[in-house]
Structures are given as C-alpha cells and as structure tokens.
C-alpha cells in the first residue's frame, strides 16, 4: 500500500520561512506533488518534484530525496494569506494502476 | 484550456436516498479521473479512479460506485446513502502522463440526514 506522513500543524509568524515535511512509502513512486486548499475551497497545485533537489517557484520552494523517501516544502516571506491547509500527494504507477495518493495535510496558522 | 466541472455544489440527502454527483472535463482527451473524499478537517481519501472509458479502480469497500461512460465523464454514484457518507467529494483529472499535477473540481458538500 501507500502512506504519507505529515505534521498534522504548524503555526508560524507573518514575513518568517515555514518548512513542511513529507515522508512517503509507495510501490511505484513516480514523482511528489504539494497542494493547498483554503477552507470551503478545492485543493490548488503548488509544486512537483520528480527527481532529488530543490524546485523553486517565487516565495515557495519544494525539496525531494527519493533515497530518503522525503521531501518538504518551504514557504518564504509568509504572508497571511498563507493560512491554509497543505498536502503532499505521491503518484504511484504500478503497470495499469495510475494513482495519486495524498497525506493527510497540515494545518498553517500564521501569527501576525 | 482544460476546465473540470463538477455539479452539484451542495446537497442534502436522508438516509436511503440514491446518489449521483457528475464531473466532465473539458479541453483534454484521455485523463485519468479520481474521486475524493473529505471529511471536515480531514485530508482527501482517494475512493476511485479511471484511466479509460469503462475502466474503474475502487480504492475503499463502500456502498459507493463510480462509472465513466464517456472519455470525459466520470460519475459517483449510491444506492442508499449512509450517514457516515457526509463529507466534501472532490473530482479531479491528471494527464496520463508526465508530472503529478491533478485538477480539481470545486466540489461537492454533501450531508446525509
């Protein structure tokens, strides 16, 4: 099967850098995505890392090591509107079996 | 562009009931489909998903089902909703190939009374 760990929150303060961890066991890893959902709302892509380092996309940045079956994501210049509600998600190929699996998110609270 | 609609927004239901929420896509050929499931303050729980026409993968034992007839339709449907089937039901598609980035629907809030 496949399982994702992820703190469950975290609460950080307004212009600080917040980190986000993943961990992940899957049989047919494929690439590890990030996703954030406002409340009431639907989840939005942030990032994707199919290969070991860092992707960097404006204020957030996203880090995988496939060895370690781990990756994070980094939230920079955090500004109120980062509340939210963050998911790592794997894709497992597995022959016919095309699956994306989320964790089960963390909670941002950011202090002003 | 690709669009993902999803229909209806709310809904409530007694106990019994049938259920079927709709999703097409729209400006993509062939994507894979998923359903989610998420209960307040929960993460989403992958209940089904479909990488072709008639072809459908369940994830979790429940009284729920799910068809595509057409390439761009993907349906949930029940026969008699449970109270525990209270939750937001989330559509989604990903291109069958490449990176993991998957397009939501705008969901479904549906409680069961």
């Known amino acids: 099967g496949q399982s994702l760990e992820q703190p469950s929150e975290v609460t950080a303060v307004e212009g600080a850098i917040v980190q986000i961890n993943c961990t992940y066991q899957?049989?047919?890893?494929?690439?590890l995505s990030w996703y954030q959902q406002h409340d009431g709302g639907a989840p939005t892509f942030l990032s994707y890392?199919?290969?070991?380092g860092l992707e960097e996309t404006g204020r957030f940045s996203s880090f995988l090591s496939r060895s370690d079956s781990y990756g994070y994501l980094l939230l920079q210049e955090l500004q109120m509107k980062d509340s939210a509600s963050y998911f790592c998600?794997?894709?497992?190929?597995?022959?016919?079996?095309?699956?994306?699996?989320f964790g089960k998110g963390t909670r941002l609270h950011i202090l002003p | 562009s690709q669009t993902i609609h999803q229909w209806p927004a709310t809904l409530v239901q007694p106990v019994g009931s049938p259920l079927s929420l709709e999703c097409t896509v729209e400006?993509?050929?062939?994507?894979?489909l998923y359903w989610y499931r998420q209960a307040a303050g929960r993460g989403l729980q992958l209940l089904f998903y479909?990488?072709?026409?008639?072809?459908i993968s369940s994830e979790v034992p429940q009284n729920l089902s799910a068809s595509r007839p057409q390439d761009r339709q993907f349906i949930l449907s029940s026969k008699k909703l449970l109270l525990s089937d209270s939750g937001f039901y989330l559509c989604?598609?990903?291109?069958?190939?490449?990176?993991?980035?998957?397009?939501f629907g705008q969901g479904t809030r549906l409680t069961v009374v």
């Open positions: 890392n199919a290969l070991d």
């Open positions: 899957t049989s047919g890893f494929y690439g």
């Open positions: 989604a598609w990903s291109s069958g190939h490449g990176n993991t980035e998957a397009f």
């Open positions: 400006g993509t050929s062939n994507p894979n």
């Open positions: 998600a794997v894709r497992d190929l597995k022959g016919r079996d095309d699956k994306i699996i």
């Open positions: 479909s990488v072709g026409i008639g072809q």
